[in-house]
């Protein structure tokens, strides 16, 4: 469960800047938690007070990686969130002088030991749906594990105080892939700094992520720092304007099961590793999922229908800057057990969250998502997985 192998370093041609990091994929499979509990880090507080947080609470996916902060370096498991924009880690005061604390069985960054390490001191506290993380900021050496993309002077929480929700999560820290404009304390998040200090040939990083259902394997996915993935997704179907360059924000312009545009009053959307399923409004959510014959399970919160059924199923279709593009069964149901399986999609409250559309892991495991930071926007391509 544990093994995440990494490609290394690309040296292909021109894209010679171009960094690949293989992640691990984890089902959450823990006995009972409540649903609440659940792995879920959208953070609607940072626009809302006290919303209904049903976000992105089920039992799914989530694709982790490791970096390290430091020199030399001390490494870290992580999120790697399209949907948020910093980045922090368990620091070594962390619940040092508490008998329980959400950091005691996670990595904690030392700073003393590190030579590359500046002193920023600026306090950070972000909000997610789940919980807090707070601490201070400080600026160190960091890198994306096993490959060779290293961004010096890089600004990071070093969290000394986590919610409990973050003691029952395998990860370490997280690491935002936003624009800085989302970011606390406007603290440019690694990838930004990256471009900023010229390290990647392009502008671009990829996100490729695999689909194994009940299957225990090796990896999830492959992020590619500095350029394209040819090996993991075909042809660039559609290159999406971004309408706000802070979340990966775009327009979503029809949705629908029979056609593109069943539903097609037109949403601001968001793409989001950090979300392991598809969050849109109540209405639509319920009608596709009656059309997909989904029952309600109220214990989980979830939709869910019949695994046996899975492969007679049919797409979901989004219209999407005039494409029409097509979402198998096979990245929409997510298989949680052998008998009932999780249809992927969830009702957002989210009054005052303005993209009405959260489009998590199920989106970007049909297709590859191009993140074009130069351009603000978004490329999307067939991925090859089958
Ligand atoms: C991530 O870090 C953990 C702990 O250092 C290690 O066990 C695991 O193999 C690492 N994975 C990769 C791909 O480096
Ligand atoms: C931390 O790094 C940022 C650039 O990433 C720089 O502007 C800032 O001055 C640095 N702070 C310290 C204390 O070195």
Redesign the pocket.
């Known amino acids: 469960m ?5 490609i290394g370093f690309l040296c292909l041609g021109a894209a010679w800047a171009k960094f690949q990091m ?1 992640v691990e994929r984890r089902q959450f499979s823990q006995p009972p938690i409540e649903p609440q509990e659940r792995f879920a880090l959208r953070r609607f507080q940072l626009t809302s007070q006290a919303q209904h947080q049903h976000v992105a609470d089920f039992r799914d996916f989530a694709y982790f990686g ?1 970096i390290t902060v430091g020199t030399p370096p001390q ?1 870290f ?1 992580v999120v790697l969130d399209t949907g948020s924009a910093n980045v922090w880690v368990p620091d070594a005061s962390c619940g040092k002088h508490e008998l329980f604390s959400a950091c005691s069985r996670k990595k904690r960054y030392n700073s003393a030991i590190s030579t590359t390490y500046a002193q920023d001191g600026r306090k950070f506290r972000i909000n997610y749906g789940t919980g807090s993380a707070s601490g201070y900021f400080g600026n160190d050496t960091l890198c994306f ?2 490959t060779t993309l290293c961004v010096p002077s890089q600004t990071f929480g070093q969290a000394t105080n986590l919610a409990p929700f973050f003691a029952r999560q395998d990860i370490d820290g997280i690491l935002g892939l936003g624009f800085t404009e989302l970011a606390v304390n406007r603290a440019p998040p690694p990838f930004i700094n990256a471009v900023n200090q010229g390290l990647v040939d392009e502008p671009i990083f990829t996100v490729y992520l695999e689909h194994h259902g009940l299957r225990r394997y090796p990896t999830g996915g492959v992020f590619t720092y500095g350029g394209q993935d040819e090996e993991n997704c075909g042809p660039v179907v559609t290159w999406v304007p971004l309408t706000k360059a802070s979340y990966w924000q775009f327009h979503l312009q029809g949705i629908g099961i029979k056609s593109a545009d069943e539903h097609n009053q037109g949403w601001e959307v968001i793409s989001d590793t950090g979300t392991s399923f598809i969050g849109g409004p109540s209405s639509i959510i319920q009608s596709l999922a009656r059309k997909y014959g989904a029952s309600y399970d109220f214990s989980t919160d979830s939709y869910v229908v019949p695994c046996a059924k899975i492969n007679e199923m049919p797409t979901i279709k989004m219209l999407i800057n005039g494409e029409t593009l097509e979402f198998h069964p096979s990245n929409i149901i997510a298989r949680s057990s052998y008998e009932e399986c999780d249809l992927t999609l969830f009702d957002l409250y989210s009054p005052a969250f303005s993209p009405t559309w959260i489009l998590g892991d199920p989106f970007i495991r049909q297709y590859c998502n191009i993140h074009d930071v130069g351009n603000k926007r978004l490329g999307l391509a067939l991925s090859k997985q089958k």
């Open positions: 544990k093994i995440v192998s990494i293989r490791n490494t498991l594990s096993d």
